[in-house]
């Protein structure tokens, strides 16, 4: 199970109600902040998770309103908490600017902090034994946009009944069956583990794209994802802006979401220019499980299902 708390879901510029691009992904003990526009600080303090264990960025490309955030992020790091080392993950050209940025802020050298300035390309770039991020290209405006797919890995059920009537006692022969490993019984019968592990189930598989201006190259990484997490700058009567800035209309993230198969679409980068109800409105005629949210909603992504966390 993945959770996600929105930080920031507006475009360009910050709005009354709503910050600039961040969310923060969680996973167990994981956190990934991905984006971190300005004001993403208070963001994390507002959300009551603060800056605990966030030692990973993932990036989804290199405008002002997806990293200047990290300025005053690496600052705070720095002097007030125990945070040592700091990954950033991106495509080449927005860890340039996230350079630029540094030399402002590291200059001097009165900032103590290692930072990893990561680059990415399209494939697997995390992961551990419950779970795995990918990158996959995005076309934006710019070189080098990523999305992020964040999957946890699928597990094969075991099968008490079989392993009953194989005679498989119960205890440490079991666990290694799980393993994969093959146990010899007392009658020295070999059990090997496909015959008491199941069908793989996969699990929960959370999709992030940030700014975008087409969808088609996304169709198959969206597939049947659980929730997809996308902008939607523009409504339909604005398309053709859409695209001369490289952005989405709810319409083209909906149309997205619902060829995909994908469970619960989350529209974020909401212009000041829309109301949140039209945003909705236009993306549900289109892919009914369409949330718009608020910055510090929380939700938790699991296989099948994605709910609300009140906090
Ligand atoms: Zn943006
Ligand atoms: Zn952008």
Same mark, same amino acid.
């Given at each position: 199970?993945?959770?996600?708390?929105?930080?920031?879901?507006?475009?360009?510029?910050?709005?009354?109600?709503?910050?600039?691009?961040?969310?923060?992904?969680?996973?167990?003990?994981?956190?990934?902040?991905?984006?971190?526009?300005?004001?993403?600080?208070?963001?994390?303090?507002?959300?009551?998770?603060?800056?605990?264990?966030?030692?990973?960025?993932?990036?989804?490309?290199?405008?002002?309103?997806?990293?200047?955030?990290?300025?005053?992020?690496?600052?705070?790091?720095?002097?007030?908490?125990?945070?040592?080392?700091?990954?950033?993950?991106?495509?080449?050209?927005?860890?340039?600017?996230?350079?630029?940025?540094?030399?402002?802020?590291?200059?001097?050298?009165?900032?103590?902090?290692?930072?990893?300035?990561?680059?990415?390309?399209?494939?697997?770039?995390?992961?551990?034994?419950?779970?795995?991020?990918?990158?996959?290209?995005?076309?934006?405006?710019?070189?080098?946009?990523?999305?992020?797919?964040?999957?946890?890995?699928?597990?094969?059920?075991?099968?008490?009944?079989?392993?009953?009537?194989?005679?498989?006692?119960?205890?440490?022969?079991?666990?290694?069956?799980?393993?994969?490993?093959?146990?010899?019984?007392?009658?020295?019968?070999?059990?090997?583990?496909?015959?008491?592990?199941?069908?793989?189930?996969?699990?929960?598989?959370?999709?992030?794209?940030?700014?975008?201006?087409?969808?088609?190259?996304?169709?198959?990484?969206?597939?049947?994802?659980?929730?997809?997490?996308?902008?939607?700058?523009?409504?339909?009567?604005?398309?053709?802006?859409?695209?001369?800035?490289?952005?989405?209309?709810?319409?083209?993230? %909906?149309?997205?979401?619902?060829?995909?198969?994908?469970?619960? !679409?989350?529209?974020?980068? +909401? /212009? &000041?220019?829309?109301? $949140? =109800?039209?945003?909705?409105?236009?993306?549900? %005629?289109?892919?009914?499980?369409?949330?718009?949210?608020?910055? !510090?909603?929380?939700?938790? +992504? /699991? &296989?099948?299902?994605? $709910? =609300?966390?009140?906090?």
């Amino acid at each position: 199970m993945f959770q996600v708390v929105f930080l920031g879901t507006s475009a360009s510029a910050p709005s009354v109600d709503r910050g600039l691009s961040a969310n923060l992904v969680l996973h167990r003990d994981h956190r990934f902040l991905v984006d971190c526009g300005e004001g993403t600080q208070r963001q994390l303090l507002r959300s009551g998770l603060g800056f605990r264990k966030l030692d990973t960025v993932l990036l989804t490309h290199g405008h002002l309103d997806h990293i200047l955030g990290l300025g005053g992020l690496v600052s705070t790091f720095s002097r007030w908490e125990s945070i040592t080392n700091l990954s950033i993950y991106g495509g080449q050209w927005a860890l340039e600017r996230v350079e630029d940025l540094m030399k402002v802020v590291l200059r001097g050298g009165e900032v103590d902090i290692g930072i990893d300035l990561c680059a990415i390309h399209a494939g697997v770039i995390w992961e551990n034994e419950a779970m795995r991020i990918a990158a996959f290209p995005v076309s934006h405006r710019g070189p080098g946009c990523y999305g992020y797919l964040f999957e946890e890995r699928g597990h094969r059920p075991f099968l008490a009944e079989e392993a009953d009537r194989l005679g498989v006692p119960r205890g440490p022969e079991r666990k290694r069956l799980v393993q994969g490993e093959s146990v010899t019984l007392a009658d020295g019968a070999v059990i090997a583990p496909d015959q008491v592990l199941g069908e793989e189930i996969r699990g929960a598989r959370l999709v992030h794209v940030g700014d975008a201006g087409r969808t088609d190259n996304l169709l198959e990484v969206c597939r049947d994802a659980d929730a997809l997490i996308i902008e939607a700058t523009y409504l339909d009567n604005e398309a053709e802006m859409a695209e001369r800035f490289g952005h989405l209309t709810a319409r083209q993230a %909906a149309e997205l979401a619902a060829a995909a198969g994908v469970g619960c !679409l989350f529209l974020v980068h +909401i /212009s &000041r220019r829309y109301s $949140e =109800r039209d945003v909705a409105r236009e993306a549900r %005629a289109i892919h009914p499980n369409t949330i718009v949210p608020r910055d !510090l909603d929380h939700y938790t +992504i /699991s &296989r099948g299902a994605v $709910e =609300r966390v009140e906090t």
